[in-house]
């Protein structure tokens, strides 16, 4: 099947070039260009990397916000946090 039908990388490719040392997208892109063209197949690579979600946004997600560490709620609502100017 292919991943990338702008440059015909195959799965198996893609699979290839994960066993020869290829860990990220841009590893693959750089071995095969998969990747660099529209994009499209960006998501399937990570996906098949194992890196389906995101490492950084899951890092931010996961660390605590000055208003978390202090006790207090998160503001969801950004016009509550500044009553005056309402």
């Not at 195959?10 to 040392?21: F, I, L, R």
């Not at 290829?22 to 750089?30: F, L, N």
């Amino acid at each position: 099947m292919y991943v990338c039908s702008c440059f015909g990388v195959t799965e198996q490719q893609v699979k290839d070039h994960a066993a020869a040392g290829a860990r990220t997208p841009r590893q693959i892109a750089s071995a095969s260009k998969a990747g660099t063209d529209c994009g499209g197949c960006v998501r399937t690579i990570q996906a098949m990397l194992g890196r389906g979600s995101c490492p950084r946004r899951e890092l931010l997600d996961s660390k605590q916000t000055p208003a978390a560490a202090a006790g207090s709620a998160p503001v969801s609502d950004p016009a509550a946090a500044f009553p005056e100017a309402a």
